[in-house]
């Protein structure tokens, strides 16, 4: 009893497309999370933390 080879692969795409997993309902956009990351930056830097965090190193 001969086991068959496995069929050789091309190389290059896999024909797969990956897709882009709409998020679950009650969470977050993308977009939102992206901008809200923005302002908190900006709140970080206007209250003064980052000196702050700068001054005790």
């Known amino acids: 009893m001969s086991i068959p080879s496995l069929p050789r692969r091309k190389p290059g795409a ?21 901008r809200a990351a923005g302002a908190w930056e900006r709140f970080m830097r206007r209250a003064g933390f980052e000196d702050r965090r700068e001054a005790e190193e």
């Open 14 to 34: 896999s024909g797969r497309t990956l897709a882009i997993q709409e998020p679950r309902a009650g969470s977050p956009s993308r977009s939102l999370r992206v």
